[in-house]
């Protein structure tokens, strides 16, 4: 059974960094597109950043500040956050899927991934 755990989140003021982590069981995550998707209270879960065998994908919002990598010896996914901004504040989620992503749409899409963890709450004050 495939498990995705979150962990990480926290509150922080504008301009500080968080480090999420994404602890993965049951498969080898390296094999997998992941991504960290966000959904504020009242709006949609949009992709943040994505990554797949070949390449990462970030959200414009995101570009610059925000960094996607993967610990492939721990089964572990990242999500870098740094200039961290009131509007980033959402409950953040991980997701894995068995498919390779080629295009930005299909890979900062939350209907492309079959597996999902339980989120981690980032909340940036101003």
């Known amino acids: 059974q495939l498990q995705l755990v979150e962990s990480g989140g926290g509150s922080v003021q504008a301009g500080g960094s968080l480090r999420l982590s994404c602890a993965a069981s049951?498969?080898?995550?390296?094999?997998?597109?992941m991504g960290w998707f966000r959904q504020a209270p009242g709006k949609e879960r949009e992709g943040v950043a994505t990554?797949?065998?070949?390449?990462?994908y970030y959200d414009d919002s995101v570009k610059g500040r925000f960094t996607i990598f993967r610990d492939n010896a721990k089964n572990t996914l990242y999500l870098e956050m740094n200039s961290l901004k009131p509007e980033d504040t959402a409950m953040y989620y991980c997701?894995?899927?068995?498919?390779?992503?080629?295009?930005?749409?299909?890979?900062?899409?939350?209907?492309?991934?079959?597996?999902w963890g339980q989120g981690t709450q980032v909340t940036v004050s101003s």
């Open positions: 997701a894995a899927d068995k498919r390779l992503f080629i295009t930005p749409i299909q890979a900062l899409d939350r209907n492309s991934y079959d597996y």
């Open positions: 990554i797949t065998t070949l390449r990462t």
């Open positions: 049951g498969y080898t995550s390296s094999r997998y597109s």
